[in-house]
């Protein structure tokens, strides 16, 4: 009991103490050893503190000391807590954690579900906390500790969930993978029905060379739900951007959109959802993350915007149209920096520019720390 009680005190050592060169070389050459035993009774916890170990030497130790709920689950032998992350389309997966686990580790671990290993690709996936009735959420840095955060949310007796998606789009992935497809299918869809990647003329028409993809794209969704009849006016509704649902007749988008429905009737639900992506993909802005602006710091944007964020470059565009009122590369971001006002509001300043020239747009917005 005692040599047990003495593991436990250097399990929790190694995540929150950072060690010298000296010291590390040992301690890293001992935990090894026992790991490599699978006959000890201590291989198990040998193997937690080898991996806590790295992970300090990697990422630095805790930020915050360990919460009461976590000293007592040590005590009684308990190292590990199941989180329980929402992926877009109502997915959800249960993820077992650490004290040394951080947010990249979850990241991958579902990315891996995915065949996504390269780290590059990992890293346009976000984990985030949603606040639920505050409308606000947390970006987590791939480099936290998950029980850091979770300790310090669970101190403010705050409900939250756990939500994974893609907030980068800058690398094609083929979506050969029932996951990666589901979530890349809910992500776009949601941009889509928003109208987000629908552009529409001066005056708030949809643009003729877009209408036939507009009804394909409608079809595909309605077989994407499994449905092996055409769709009927209250289902059309949810089927097209509200933006454009006036342009035509209830009778005529049910006509147009049942000819369409009958070419591609012969496609599973995942090859309709595969196809809507791959479709919506071609459509202006696809590919982007989008983000509610209150206010810009911009005589040429009197009113609320869309900022849009893709490999192109950050546009800023009008709520009704989604037409670019003026776009900045992405090697022309300096830096950013949120700030959060007096009265709660925040904001986010965008330094464009070079070595010469700057400027800084301010842009008042709940999503700042998404952003930045």
Known sequence: DSCGRGWRLIYICTSFFPCSMTLQSYLLQ????????TQSIYHGIATNCLIALRKVCRFGPRQNLPSENEINAFLANRYSKHICVHLPGNITRVVKTYSHTTVYDIKLSICEEMDI????????????????????ILSLEANEYIF?????????FIEYKVYFKRSIWFHQLKLKNILLTEIAYHQVLKNYLRGNII?????SNIIPTFRDKVLLLAALQHRALNNPYPPE?????????????RSMTPQQWIQAVNEKFQDIFDLTDIQAKFDFVSHAGTLPHASSSFFRIFKVS??????????????YGVHFLDTTTHRSIFSYALQDVV??????????????????????????IRCETPQNHEIG
């Open 298 to 311: 911009d005589h040429r944007i009197p009113g609320e915007c869309i900022l849009a964020i893709n490999k």
């Open 148 to 156: 850091d955060v979770m300790g310090m949310i669970e101190k403010e």
């Open 335 to 360: 830096s950013t920096r949120k700030i959060r006002s007096h009265d709660g509001r925040q904001f986010l300043d965008i330094k464009f520019g070079n070595l010469m020239i700057q400027r800084i």
């Open 117 to 136: 290993i390269s780290p590059y690709l990992v890293e346009e996936f976000l984990l985030y906390v949603d606040f639920g009735e505050k409308t606000q």
């Open 233 to 245: 006016r209250q289902e059309m509704v949810k089927l097209i951007p509200k933006c454009i649902w």
């Open 199 to 203: 552009v529409m003329d001066e005056e």
């Open 30 to 37: 001992h935990f090894q050893v026992l790991s490599d035993d």
